[in-house]
């Protein structure tokens, strides 16, 4: 048992997707893994483990931003040995090439978060990057299964209500869109010398207002998590 999961030793797979909202958890148990078991409902993160294509693999809720996630990266790695980390989220559209329900594979993960600055000191900008086996491992997945995916930076922001970021900057430098989680599992990732990777989905587009419907939003959700899943499964040793 850790501060903030109540699992015992063994009970988290290596593998871990990782959701912001609890019910998106429930769904992926639910609907993708074979006999799901629930080992977390303390602050109703909810985490599950149970079996994709006969290996074990674990879903577990973040809740939402950088400081939520952070908890919950650090207890899994550290407490439950947890080796690979699959965010799986919603992300706002930016760039005009993206559209919402595109998948988009997080290459690497620009922030306006102070734990860069936290954690290596004034001076060093350090750049969040995806785990590259994984990441090559989702684009094939992503490949196989017919889902065109986008690879590439995106920004991970300290807040969703955010009137004073200069959005068009970060679109002409090549940010896809923006979430608020990813660039802190990459950090912490890095630190413990484990794999991780954010596979996002576009529930809407910041800069045209457009959104998705639930069906639709469904649909791209299922294509973000097969993706994650084939990806889970790939890389396992
Ligand atoms: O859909 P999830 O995984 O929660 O991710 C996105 O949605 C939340 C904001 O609505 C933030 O957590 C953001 O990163
Ligand atoms: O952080 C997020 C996630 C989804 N959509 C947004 O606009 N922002």
Redo the contacts with the bound molecule.
């Keep these: 048992m850790s501060t903030h999961i109540e699992a015992q030793t063994g009970d988290i797979a290596s593998t871990v997707l990782l959701?912001?909202?609890p019910l998106?958890a429930q769904y992926i148990a639910e609907n993708f893994l074979e006999n799901p078991t629930r080992y977390n409902t303390v602050r109703n993160a909810f985490g599950y483990t149970g079996k994709y294509q006969g290996q074990d693999v674990s879903v577990q809720a973040?809740?939402?931003?950088i400081p939520s996630i952070s908890i919950y990266a650090t207890e899994l790695i550290q407490e439950y040995g947890v080796k690979k980390l699959l965010?799986?989220?919603?992300?706002g559209g930016m760039s005009p090439d993206i559209k919402v329900r595109d998948v988009v594979i997080a290459q690497s993960a620009t922030t306006d978060s102070s734990i860069i600055q936290n954690t290596f000191g004034s001076g060093i900008y350090y750049a969040p990057t995806a785990d590259f086996s994984m990441l090559m491992a989702a684009y094939q997945a992503s490949q196989k299964l017919d889902i065109p995916a986008k690879v590439g930076n995106i920004l991970?922001e300290d807040r969703?209500y955010n009137d004073e970021i200069d959005r068009q900057k970060l679109i002409d430098y090549g940010i896809l869109g923006s979430?608020?989680?990813t660039a802190a599992l990459y950090l912490l990732a890095a630190k413990y010398h484990v794999q991780a990777l954010g596979v996002l989905t576009i529930?809407n587009h910041i800069m045209t207002g457009e959104e998705t419907t639930a069906q639709e939003r469904e649909t791209s959700f299922n294509d973000m998590i097969k993706v994650a899943l084939e990806t889970a499964i790939s890389t396992e040793q």
């Excluded at 973040?62 to 931003?65: K, S, V």
């Excluded at 965010?87 to 992300?91: I, L, S």
Aim: hydrophobic content about 20%; glycine content about 22%.
């Design positions: 959701p912001g909202d998106r973040t809740g939402m931003g965010r799986v989220g919603t992300c991970s969703f979430e608020m989680e529930s």
